[in-house]
């Protein structure tokens, strides 16, 4: 199967298996979507699996801007997405969690949901922003939604869930084949194991799994601050696991900023999109906006004194709110400064391999916090 281009236009790209479990039903996918789709998929199948709730997520150049259980939404996430307050299935839950944690990086992702299609979910989707989903399937007439979207190249892709890889994997680089097996170590709360604090709440225990599975698909290093079955912020990429730990609490403080109430009361001009409503939100919660952007923002408004409101609000008494969460670390944590910056942005339970030289001192630093470490003795490398 000749795909529409590789890594880049100017690369081909083929699928060579003889039986791929990946049927295309609608557009023409590139390699970068197949790596996207593939690695979502694996996330949600396995975060639905272990957790029995359905699972979504958000991917971008094959790490996810979110991941998600189906639960509540609160009245943000019900405005940003149009959805009043009448009950949400869990497909559509699970996305819209996932899709809200980030939704800068989520434009024009790639969508990865662990249950069937059905209206509902469509419905939705008509009017976001995206590049393709897959899915294990579609209910009746939600393929013909989803055709629609980005004039008709929308890419639709159907997922057999039954299938299971081979027990190794290979990739060539640069003429050279490689291979190794692939990563199938169970992911159970059998793992954990508190090294100092309070044993975790079966709901922290949720978040855990949530945070390491999602870490299994993400580039490396990476590190996830997860709350009420949310990955709130995904650090990937780093060559420095202190630049993944502040850079997903970054993403975790905007995440929670968002919902500060002056800038959920912000009022903009009618016909003002929602991605531009959203884009606003995360502007006005980086608090970094160039002067262009405040140009814009003041024509957009509906009175100025709503954007001196949100500059002037307590920030720091409103980040000092967000508790409760968990941060997931790929590999172990090598010094404190990691749980310095994390203990800022709300988090209470740590969960990483352990064993690094200084491990002492991760030690001492969460008794000193007064955070719980857990140790999970697994690394979660993912390239």
């Given amino acids: 199967m000749e795909l529409r281009y590789g890594m880049n236009p100017h690369q081909r790209a083929l699928i060579t298996s003889p039986a791929p479990p990946v049927r295309v039903i609608h557009g023409s996918?590139?390699?970068?979507?197949?790596?996207?789709?593939?690695?979502?998929w694996q996330l949600v199948r396995e975060a639905a699996a272990v957790t029995g709730d359905a699972a979504a997520a958000s991917f971008k150049h094959v790490?996810?801007?979110?991941?998600?259980?189906?639960?509540d939404l609160d009245e943000t996430m019900r405005r940003a997405w149009d959805l009043g307050d009448g009950e949400v299935g869990d497909a559509t839950a699970a996305y819209v969690r996932a899709r809200d944690i980030d939704p800068k990086s989520s434009?024009?992702?790639?969508?990865?949901v662990s249950e069937p299609v059905d209206r509902e979910?469509?419905?939705?989707?008509?009017?976001?922003v995206s590049d393709g989903i897959i899915?294990?399937?579609?209910?009746?007439?939600?393929?013909?939604?989803?055709?629609?979207?980005?004039?008709?190249?929308?890419?639709?892709?159907?997922?057999?869930?039954?299938y299971e890889p081979p027990p190794w994997e290979q990739r060539e680089v640069f003429g050279m084949v490689l291979e190794q097996e692939r990563d199938r170590l169970p992911i159970t709360a059998d793992l954990l194991r508190v090294v100092h604090g309070s044993a975790p709440r079966p709901d922290t225990i949720r978040d855990a799994l949530l945070g390491m599975i999602t870490l299994r698909y993400t580039q490396s290093n990476s590190v996830a601050f997860v709350k009420d079955g949310m990955t709130i912020g995904v650090g990937a990429g780093q060559q420095s696991r202190?630049?993944?730990?502040?850079?997903?609490?970054?993403?975790?403080?905007?995440?929670?900023?968002?919902?500060?109430?002056?800038?959920q009361s912000l009022e903009l001009a009618d016909g003002t999109s929602r991605q531009d409503r959203l884009n606003w939100q995360v502007r006005l919660a980086e608090n970094a906006m160039t002067d262009s952007q405040r140009t814009a923002l003041t024509a957009q408004v509906t009175s100025t004194a709503q954007v001196a409101e949100v500059e002037e609000a307590d920030r720091l008494g409103w980040l000092a709110r967000l508790t409760d969460a968990t941060l997931v670390s790929d590999g172990y944590i090598p010094f404190r400064d990691n749980?310095?910056?994390?203990?800022?942005?709300?988090?209470?339970?740590?969960?990483?391999?352990?064993?690094?030289?200084?491990?002492?001192?991760?030690?001492?630093?969460?008794?000193?916090?007064?955070?719980?470490?857990?140790?999970?003795g697994t690394r979660l490398f993912h390239h």
């Fill in 29 to 40: 996918p590139s390699l970068i979507n197949y790596l996207d789709a593939l690695n979502g």
């Fill in 63 to 71: 790490s996810p801007a979110g991941a998600a259980l189906a639960g």
């Fill in 107 to 112: 434009f024009g992702d790639l969508i990865a």
């Fill in 121 to 128: 979910l469509a419905d939705l989707l008509a009017g976001v």
């Fill in 135 to 162: 899915a294990p399937g579609f209910e009746p007439g939600t393929v013909e939604i989803l055709a629609r979207k980005k004039r008709g190249t929308f890419l639709v892709l159907e997922v057999d869930a039954s």
């Fill in 242 to 263: 202190v630049d993944c730990t502040r850079l997903a609490g970054t993403k975790a403080g905007i995440w929670w900023l968002r919902r500060l109430p002056a800038i």
């Fill in 339 to 376: 749980i310095d910056h994390a203990s800022r942005l709300g988090v209470r339970y740590i969960v990483e391999p352990g064993g690094s030289t200084r491990t002492d001192e991760v030690v001492d630093a969460c008794r000193e916090l007064g955070l719980t470490l857990i140790h999970n």
